[in-house]
């Protein structure tokens, strides 16, 4: 599995605003210190507002911000609000993807199932306040 670079790149983002937090940055200042094409920012910045992970403002001190605190938005629901649910195949998105017809019985089906859930599990456990002290304790 493989996530895209848009998620690596939105994780960025998020990082640099919690970094930052409870600041007001513009979408240019996060591309240049992040080197993230600006209109790519821009876009990140979208899905990120439609998920609600950022909030934006209007006017001269407009800019974006965190809509939560950075310990209450997690790996996960950044990637999600990009990728999409997270899903390492599709018969676990819906078993009847299965094209055996037999996902209920299959001991693959049962072993990626554990597989996805370790790693939704890990991705909701590490926080952007975390990530941020880290950026912080390494400066």
Do not use: W
């Amino acid at each position: 599995m493989r996530f895209t670079v848009e998620s690596d790149r939105a994780t960025r983002v998020v990082l640099y605003l919690a970094v930052n937090y409870p600041k007001c940055i513009s979408a240019k200042e996060i591309a240049e210190n992040e080197k993230i094409p600006a209109r790519f920012t821009l876009k990140i910045l979208r899905k990120l507002k439609l998920a609600e992970i950022v909030d934006s403002l209007r006017g001269n001190a407009g800019g974006y911000l965190l809509s939560k605190k950075p310990e209450e938005i997690s790996l996960y629901d950044v990637i999600t609000a990009i990728e999409g649910p997270l899903c390492i195949q599709k018969c676990l998105e819906n078993p009847d993807n299965c094209n055996l017809k037999r996902a209920d019985v299959c001991p693959v089906h049962n072993h990626l199932c554990d597989m996805q859930h370790y790693i939704k599990e890990k991705l909701v456990s590490v926080n952007f306040l975390s990530l941020a002290e880290d950026v912080a304790s390494k400066s």
